[in-house]
């Protein structure tokens, strides 16, 4: 009787440690199957330092069409960059990451313009744009410029002496305007004194340091594109008479400037 109470126990306890492992396993199998499926991480650091942020989030999982980055390095050194590119692969089905080893595909890099190792390139649809560098901030920075429609401009005012756009010595702005064109804006020069209008397409009007008096048509044609919404950006030189050099007093645009109408 003795054997037989210690045998069903023995097959009772059997029994439970058999069910326990069979729920492990299950819960282990379910597991993978959702890591496989959703491929998801979670970031427990106080700062969230291993996480993206959520304007690239809300960027990417904003997608309406494809976009790949392409990831240039040495086959050995893909490693640099998978596991940021990884964290952008997740947050949407639509974007998909590419590895390209230009030692090893060098034609696929020349076509792509990379000349540095470790260059990530971004494409939405058909647009391109090159990574700034290889952090959350140089790719996003890249989606963004896909993802603009519209053409920034930035216009020059022109024809009262100021410094002028095309002009490579020290009082030149062609620096500035090389400097633009890496951010994605072109940019042109405007004559107010031809036809005292800002055009349309200005998403910002510079006044660079004129030396002659504006009329005033001019300061109410900037003085109305800034009311109705633009943005102007203004440097002045002061005052000037020695010898030849002569910067005139401005008071028409000063006073603009001095008035609450451009606050």
Known sequence: MANQWIHARQTKYAAYAVSYILIVIAGVVVANVLADRYNKSYDATANKRFSLSDQTAKIVKGLKQDATITYYNQSTRFRDGKDLLEQYANLSPKLHVKYVDPDKEPQLAREAGIRNFGTAVVQVGAKKEEAKSMTEEGITGAFIRDLKSNTRTVCFVSGSGEH????????GLSHFKELL??????????DLLTKAEVPSECTALVVAG????YEKPEVDAIKKYVEDGGRAFFMLDPPLKIGREEIADNDILTDLLSSKSLS
């Open 181 to 190: 064109a890496k951010d994605n804006y072109e940019s042109k020069s405007v």
């Open 164 to 171: 002028q756009l095309d002009d490579s010595n020290r009082g």
């Open 210 to 213: 004129p030396t002659k008096n």
